[in-house]
């Protein structure tokens, strides 16, 4: 997505070749014109897939999923972050790790609120490693919820994560793919619109 | 505001006389119809007051911002919550609790988006007690940011959050206020639309 592409040229702070600070329109402050592009595009590439409901997890994801979920027009739920590894009975679970904040999480989303029923379009800012990624296919897998596609905003094409995932024969649509980055040289995406 | 009035008390659960959870629709779910009617009544309540930034925090304020904020045509940004009590000096921070995560936690805003230009809306999931509202006011305060007003989805009108910040003079706007609750009795809400 070149207007995507182009904002991260702009305004993405690259700091040696593997962090990619997006801060001023994407995960601290939110440029919303920007978003809802975003929002258009993931419902241009998903729409004939029968969605009915989008997940996301919290914090960073919940405002790209809404924007889009709008253009579904269906609801959004955003899986949590927790620090306790007892979550009960009535809640999906899956052990995870942020890079990030280097610390291990568990993600949980109420039973309430996935189902057999549910055509499920996982939407996230970032894909590296994948680890976020693989955590919400546990917990779509233990609800039995179908899983109809992947939609990140940007994709570390240098982590193997989207890799792994696209031979899994998941489909996965990136808005921006960073094939290199460099704080001297900038950024290369893969097959960058021109 | 009717609607979600309406919402509350069809899909809301009332738990005891003090919890109100909400995950059906806005906190863990979110409807995002809902939702864009809200941000049209923020829009509705606070268009002629100059605002050029919406603050929230992180999570569940974010998605109702994001929607505002796309007809205030201005940017999101999002405090967030770090349990590190060492933020460094490039960010504001305030201290916080949580009642319903039980914990302390640190609020910050990296100082680059905010500024003594900024006139800001914050727009929030919850009042209650206000912690969360203070900790804002707070960093407003170190930022040298104005404060134009603060819109709220569900005020418990029986704590005193809403209360304090209406005697200070800031206009605070709740689309909907509890004004006492119980599981048998339900819901009553203040001045509430017939």
Redesign the interface.
Known sequence: MKLLEEKIRQEGQVIGTDILKV???LN??????L??EMGKEFYRLFKDKGINKILTV??SG??IA??A??YF??????A?KSSHKNVGNELYSAHSHSFTHGKDYEMI??K??LSPDDNILFIDDFLAGGNAAFSVLDILKQSGANLVGIGIAIEKGFQDGGKKIREMGIELQSLAIVEEMDEVEGINFRNAEC
Do not use: G, R, T
């Not at 601290?28 to 014109?33: A, C, G, K, L, T």
């Not at 027009?73 to 955003?78: D, E, I, K, M, S």
């Open positions: 801060d001023m329109f601290h402050q939110i440029d919303v014109n978003l809802d919290e914090s919940i405002a809404v924007m979920a709008k027009n269906v609801p959004v739920v955003f949590k989303v109420s309430k609120y």
